[in-house]
């Protein structure tokens, strides 16, 4: 099978590493799926062929990609999709999906979205020739509607930090729930597995949804019940089959009742699967078994649970100190980040523990690809095998060509990593939107307002402006004065109590669903001319995050406050300027000096009456003053030669 020599840089680089070879294998492209209305389920086979048995693979990624079929809707409900593996003819659920309420878009608006899958943990089935089967359900017409479905499969070779030994599934089946004469405990019963005599680890894998709708408490999808994992009698995990961010989901708005949380999935979304690992002897013998909290419906309806587990066993090879660049959240343009993106501030990054030891500190250089580099420590807590999203510190300085941004962990814990091929990681760069930097701030509320706030922060986390308390149906417009060449995050939420008449929110400013809490909006506007500058979806669930950066509008060169008088001289200055500021009431006032990246140069805070300053040692450039009042904010240039 043909291999290449590359630096992964897949759509939005969710492997990347500095070398690797990598086999890329499509199982599917653009294949066309439909309901069978008759029986519920289509099933669409394709027999590849997979890397064979002697490659050793450290990451295994599955890109699943959805548009709307040719000439048609895409699919009107969320139906669920598994995808197995058939080797030796038997089945695998490698994973699952809900598909969105897609009645929105068609084929001609060249709609698609995608997300990614972590498989590593199935290296040892996915080896050689095997069969992928997509499987969609429902029973919805299929004369007008359909999908297509792209999978590619992203072998990364490498050591890995477990070696895969067997596997050995323990549940694959519908159980029904609250059924008194069928409980769930009468199907999903005790298993018992055998260490195999080359493994030291096993891990767990669940992929539970809950689906149904009884009487009693609309379970299983609307009910939140609790799950317990029990390992020779005794209790190993304990936890809620319940998603509770479909509001904050990346396909978004939907159709249909998409902000909903569910039992374990959300439209338009991977379901995840849940792991637990640990270390057990060779050659021991266990039991195994999963147990839901008690309850019996009375009222009718029906109930159940789809569960998939497996017992997927490892000999342990695990480096000391190890950590992996999983991903890059921000910047980039990866269809699943689009709630965080574009950004001017701090890159998000995705870690994952690979090594024995808990991750406390980081060390990473980051930047544009071929333009200056930044370094900076972050401290963490991500446990072995787990994941956490750190935050690096904003880049201003995105000079160079191309649009490539980079980040490489030099230091773990203050040490070397002891595995280095997946410490870098590459994205695309989408720049954030440039505003002036006087803005309205334009809200109407609805009938909820309780369920609203917001707030502007620049990119080191400074409050400019934060607002909650307001009143039904009213239209409120905040003017703000912001410094130049600086980023700024405006965050929307929707996540306030509601009002006790109508208990739900995480819905946004206006959904059909809910037509009780009325209708809203928020707007970003030019705070010279009023033009609009970012009318935000209504239909948005959880909150919104924006970020852009400001530069001074050409006809409105310094913004006034009378209340303050400033003086810089000489200007331009040889090597130094002397400042002069003066308040003329008497009120506190504060200033912060930037140079033409955005970098802070001087902050002070709390003063009052007349001071000088004599600024000296600054390069040759541009610098922006911005003084702060309580009456307002003045912006003044000055040039160092």
Known sequence: MKRALVLILFISCFVASKAADTTTVTTHSKVVIKTNPSVGVTEYPSKVEFPDSGVQYRKVYMYLEFGCAPGLKCGEWDYGNHIYLKKNGVRHELARFITPYGFYWNSSMNWK?????????????LHDSVEIIYQHSGYEGNTDRGWTVTMDYHFVEGVPARIPEGFQTMYQLNAPYGNVNNPFSNVVT???????????????????????MDQQENCSEFCNKERTIYLDNQVISKQQVWRNDCGWNSLYPQAGTWIYDRAGWCPGAPVIPDDKFLLLSPGTNHSFQIKMQDYSN?????????????ALFFKDNRKQIDAAIEDIIA????????????????????????????????????GK??????????????????????????VYDWSGAGNTFFATITKVNDMVDEYLDDNTAY??????????????IVFKSNNAPTENSYKLTDAKGNIIVQKSGFAANTIYRDTVYLGNNICYTFEFSDEGNPPSSNPLNEDGLDWWANPNDGTGYIQLRNGNSNAMLKNFNADFGTKHLYQFMTTF??????????????????????????????????????????????????????????????????AAGVYTLVL??????????????
Not at 113 to 125: A, K, N, V
Not at 298 to 310: D, K
Not at 582 to 598: K, R, V
Request: glycine share 8%.
């Open 331 to 366: 910047p980039s343009e990866h269809f699943d980040y689009l709630r965080y993106n574009p950004i001017c501030g701090a890159p998000l990054i995705k870690v994952r523990n690979m090594g024995k030891d808990t991750l406390k500190r980081l060390v990473f250089d980051d």
């Open 427 to 440: 994205s695309t760069i989408k720049r954030s939107p440039v505003h002036p930097n006087k803005v309205y």
């Open 369 to 394: 690809l071929g333009g200056k580099v930044h370094s900076i420590w972050v401290p963490c807590n991500i446990a072995p095998f787990e994941s956490g999203t750190v935050e690096l510190e904003a």
């Open 628 to 641: 702060y009042q309580s009456t307002g904010v003045k912006s003044v240039h000055f040039v160092i030669q």
């Open 553 to 618: 509008n050409m006809s409105v060169d310094n913004i006034d406050n009378n209340d303050l008088q400033v003086d810089i001289y000489p200007n331009p200055g040889n090597g130094f300027s002397n400042i002069h500021i003066e308040s003329i009431n008497g009120d506190e006032y504060a200033f912060t000096i930037y140079d033409s990246s955005g970098k802070e140069i001087k902050k002070s805070e709390n003063l009052n009456g007349t001071n000088d300053f004599t600024l000296d040692g600054l």
């Open 113 to 125: 979205h995608g997300w990614y899958y972590d498989l590593t943990d199935f290296s040892y089935l």
């Open 298 to 310: 009375t009222a009718g309806g029906s109930a159940n649970y789809v569960l998939t587990s497996y």
């Open 190 to 212: 005790e298993q018992n597995f055998t260490m195999p005599t080359d493994a030291d680890m096993v891990s767990f894998k669940t992929i539970q949804t809950g689906h149904g």
